[in-house]
């Protein structure tokens, strides 16, 4: 039996349960939340005569609370196991969607978003995760070489599912609009959250023990306030390996949502149509997806802190050739671009999760992930206005050279990165 999981869950017995009911509601809580705004905001605004900006706002604003939420929730997880904080976050979105369909006024909408921002932050993919390592028995440090592998390849599984959450999302949401108006698309989600979800995070994860809860309790640092941590979390080279790897993560992330919020804008740039632009754009998901099945078949043979290497590389050279002054009337440089990119972006994805859990181990992988969450969901929500407001005063080919700058950037502190990591290698070799 997997240690710090009751007996009789079936966490050994069921990993490609966990994983597969981990992956199907990342679906339905990335579309429900991330990707709501994206056909809902027109329907909302003729409805209500709400302006776009406090519609794009609140979803701001929910990223912006996931993000503060973030490290609050790694913490649960490390002490009661994934299962009651992902049946918690998915209540939350239910009620938050709920709030959003009844919403009368603007206050309320945005109230919405912040209820949301809590259930976003105990759902998506840093809380599903943390509750996967956390079930697959690697939560207590035992079989940590074996645990990393099979964590690994789940990680990677989640993400595939997740890479069709506007792919399934982004149409049903066209439809119930069509059918039930915008509030009754808001609810009808709100819905799935507590007939699909819910249900499936209380069958696939286990429990987790209560004498291992209490001992990760009784070790946790700075989550008791009568006694001070019994051991130290992120001291020394780890905190330098962890500054440098949150920089990455945060850079990353404020490139992509700033791609993908204004990428006609981008594409349009270098003379490209505004319905090639959209049909350019589509090419991302598929990238992404196909990067991940090839990670999930090949990638065991490199250690996660080179394929970051690898993935920030990709990025780089997408955004750069996107960036370069060359002509794009027959689009196959575009097509090259953002496929590159969309490749990149999609392994980062994985590395995302499968990383930190190499480099700072298993004991500690939900307080990790939660800390690295804040800053990333931090810059995710300031991306779309930062990214109009240079739009505006500067251009976007002006914007697109200093986001391949900002690529390259990144791939320098991962190549720092790097170095580090090997040093404490050959170091730990040596004791």
């Known amino acids: 039996m997997a240690a710090g999981v009751e007996a009789g869950t079936g966490a050994g017995a069921?990993?490609?349960?966990?994983?597969?009911?981990?992956?199907?509601?990342?679906?339905?809580?990335?579309?429900?939340?991330?990707?709501?705004?994206?056909?809902?905001?027109?329907?909302?605004?003729?409805?209500?005569g709400w302006p776009l900006s406090l519609l794009a706002g609140g979803v701001s604003l929910g990223l912006l609370v996931s993000g503060l939420a973030a490290p609050r929730v790694g913490r649960l997880i490390a002490a009661h196991g994934g299962r009651p904080v992902m049946a918690g976050g998915f209540g939350l979105l239910a009620l938050g969607l709920a709030v959003l369909g009844l919403?009368?006024?603007?206050?309320?909408?945005?109230?919405?978003?912040?209820?949301?921002?809590?259930?976003?932050?105990?759902?998506?993919?840093?809380?599903?995760?943390?509750?996967?390592v956390g079930a697959l028995g690697t939560g207590t440090g035992e079989g940590v070489g074996a645990g990393e592998g099979v964590a690994r390849r789940g990680i990677t599984a989640i993400t595939l599912f997740g890479g069709f959450a506007s792919t399934v999302c982004w149409p049903l949401s066209a439809f119930l609009v069509a059918q039930v108006g915008w509030r009754g698309a808001c609810?009808?989600?709100?819905?799935?959250?507590?007939?699909?979800?819910?249900?499936?995070?209380?069958?696939?994860?286990?429990?987790?023990?209560?004498?291992?809860?209490?001992?990760?309790?009784?070790?946790?640092?700075?989550?008791?306030?009568?006694?001070?941590?019994?051991?130290?979390?992120?001291?020394?080279?780890?905190?330098?390996?962890?500054?440098?790897?949150?920089?990455?993560?945060?850079?990353?992330?404020?490139?992509?949502?700033?791609l993908l919020i204004h990428l006609v804008t981008l594409v349009q740039a270098n003379g490209v149509a505004a319905a090639d632009a959209v049909a350019l754009g589509m090419l991302i998901g598929p990238a992404q997806v196909g990067a991940r099945l090839?990670?999930?078949?090949?990638?065991?043979?490199?250690?996660?802190?080179?394929?970051?290497?690898?993935?920030?590389?990709?990025?780089?050279?997408?955004?750069?050739?996107?960036?370069?002054?060359?002509?794009?009337?027959?689009?196959?440089?575009?097509?090259?671009?953002?496929?590159?990119?969309?490749?990149?972006?999609?392994?980062?994805?994985?590395?995302?999760?499968?990383?930190?859990?190499?480099?700072?181990?298993?004991?500690d992988y939900p307080l990790v992930m939660g800390l690295l969450a804040r800053p990333g969901q931090i810059a995710v929500a300031a991306a779309p206005a930062l990214g109009g407001l240079l739009l505006d005063h500067l251009g976007a080919e002006v914007v697109l050279g200093l986001m391949a700058g900002l690529a390259v950037a990144n791939v320098a502190l991962v190549g720092v990165l790097v170095r580090v990591g090997e040093g404490r290698r050959r170091s730990r070799k040596h004791i």
């Open 14 to 48: 069921a990993p490609r349960l966990l994983v597969g009911a981990l992956g199907l509601v990342q679906v339905l809580a990335w579309g429900s939340s991330f990707y709501l705004a994206t056909v809902l905001a027109r329907p909302m605004a003729e409805d209500t």
């Open 187 to 258: 609810l009808a989600y709100g819905g799935l959250m507590l007939a699909v979800c819910l249900p499936l995070i209380l069958l696939a994860v286990p429990r987790v023990a209560p004498r291992a809860a209490q001992r990760v309790l009784a070790e946790m640092p700075a989550l008791s306030q009568s006694a001070p941590p019994t051991r130290p979390i992120l001291a020394g080279p780890q905190r330098l390996q962890f500054l440098l790897l949150a920089s990455v993560l945060m850079v990353a992330g404020f490139l992509a949502t700033v």
């Open 103 to 132: 919403a009368p006024h603007p206050a309320v909408y945005v109230l919405g978003w912040v209820v949301l921002g809590l259930g976003m932050s105990a759902t998506l993919y840093d809380a599903a995760f943390s509750t996967l």
């Open 294 to 363: 090839l990670e999930l078949a090949f990638g065991g043979r490199l250690h996660p802190i080179r394929t970051l290497l690898v993935a920030s590389v990709l990025t780089a050279l997408g955004l750069g050739l996107l960036a370069l002054d060359l002509p794009f009337a027959a689009l196959h440089l575009p097509a090259v671009a953002l496929l590159l990119y969309g490749a990149g972006n999609g392994i980062l994805t994985i590395v995302r999760g499968a990383l930190p859990l190499a480099l700072f181990g298993p004991r």
